[in-house]
C-alpha cells in the first residue's frame, strides 16, 4: 500500500493556520509535541480535534517546553537535564501526558517517546531510560489514557544507539505479546538516502519495522526544506520529469520500502494541494529509487 501524507507542525510558526489548511486538504492524521510552536501546539490544535472526531493525533514526549518548567517543578515531577531539558522519568511522563490530554481536548492515538537518544552516548544507559519509558506507555495505554505508542528518534536509529528489533523486543518483555509498541519515527528523504537503499535490499529500520508490522512516519521529508533549494533540474527529471521541485522530493519519501505515513509541515493551501498531487503519484519503481541513489549516494 502506498504511503500517505499526514500534517506535521514542527516549526509551524502558526500551528492552527497550517493545520486548517492540512485538513481542507484531506489530511486525516496530525503529528505534534508539547515542545513545538514554543509550547502551544497541542493547545492550538484542540479546536480543529473538536470539529473533526474522525481526524487521529499522535504526540510525543521526552522534551520539557520552556513553559512547562516551572509547572513541573510545582509538581514535583523528578527533576530534568536542565541544559539538555529532556526528561523520561516515569512520574514526569504521567504528568506530561496528562497535560497533553488537556490540552488536546482528548486521548492521543499514538504517543512518541521522543528522542530518547537526545543527551546520551551510553547504550546500556539508553536501554534503561527506554525501558522506564515503555513501561509508563503500556501503563497509560493498558488505563486508556493513550492509544498506543512509538518511538520518534533522529538519530538513534541511523547512529546505532538501538535497533527496531530491540524496541519491539523490550516491548514484548515490559508489555507481553499484546504490548502497545505500535510505531516508529525518523527522517526518510533525499539527503537520509542510506535508509531507503538499506530497505531496497531487505534490511535496515525499513524492513525491520515492516517486518514487526509497526507504522513508519517519515520525517522531514523536505529536509526541513532546505532541499528544496538543492533541487536541480537535472534531479528533478531523474525522479519525475513531470513533478514539481517540491513533488519530486516528496515521491521519494513517499515511494520507499515500508513508509506508512509522511509528515508534512506546509502551510498555504497551495503547497498542500502541490503535496497531494505528489502522493497521488504512482510511487518511485525500486530501480528508479535505485537510480536516484546511485547517482546521489547514500
Known amino acids: 500500500m502506498s504511503a500517505q501524507l499526514a500534517a506535521g507542525t514542527y516549526r509551524c510558526c502558526d500551528v492552527s493556520r497550517s493545520v486548517a489548511a492540512a485538513m481542507d486538504a484531506g489530511m486525516t492524521w496530525i503529528d505534534t509535541a508539547p515542545n513545538y510552536a514554543s509550547g502551544t501546539a497541542e493547545a492550538s490544535l484542540r479546536p480543529v480535534l473538536d470539529a473533526c472526531l474522525q481526524v487521529r493525533v499522535s504526540t510525543k514526549v521526552g522534551f520539557v517546553p520552556d513553559s512547562d518548567r516551572q509547572a513541573a517543578r510545582d509538581a514535583g515531577v523528578p527533576p530534568y537535564d536542565r541544559d539538555q531539558g529532556h526528561c523520561l522519568a516515569r512520574p514526569y511522563i504521567a504528568w506530561q501526558l496528562a497535560r497533553s490530554r488537556a490540552r488536546l481536548g482528548r486521548v492521543p492515538d499514538l504517543v512518541f517517546v521522543h528522542n530518547p537518544e537526545h543527551g546520551r552516548t551510553d547504550r546500556a544507559d539508553l536501554s534503561r531510560t527506554l525501558t522506564e519509558a515503555f513501561e509508563e506507555l503500556e501503563s497509560a495505554a493498558d488505563a486508556g489514557k493513550i492509544g498506543g505508542y512509538g518511538v520518534a528518534t533522529w538519530a538513534g536509529l541511523s547512529g546505532g544507539m538501538f535497533t527496531v528489533p530491540e524496541l519491539t ?13 505500535r510505531a516508529v519515527q525518523f527522517p526518510v528523504s533525499l539527503i537520509r538516502l ?20 509497526l507504522d513508519v512516519f517519515a520525517s522531514a521529508p523536505l529536509g526541513g526544506g532546505e532541499l528544496l ?13 513531470a513533478a514539481s521541485p517540491a513533488q519530486a522530493a516528496l515521491l521519494v519519501a513517499l515511494s520507499a520500502p515500508g513508509v506508512s505515513r509522511v509528515l508534512l509541515s506546509a502551510s498555504t493551501p497551495a503547497h498542500w494541494a502541490d503535496a497531494v498531487d505528489a502522493a497521488a ?18
Open 281 to 298: 503519484c504512482e510511487p518511485l519503481s525500486p530501480d528508479r529509487l535505485r537510480k536516484v541513489i546511485d547517482v546521489l549516494g547514500t
Open 194 to 213: 542510506a535508509v531507503v537503499a538499506d530497505a531496497l535490499d531487505g534490511r535496515g529500520a525499513l524492513a525491520e519495522a515492516r517486518e514487526a508490522g
Open 169 to 181: 523486543a523490550l516491548a514484548e518483555i515490559v508489555g507481553g505479546s499484546h504490548h502497545h509498541f
Open 229 to 241: 533549494g538543492a533541487m536541480t533540474d537535472e534531479l528533478v527529471r531523474i525522479i519525475d520529469s
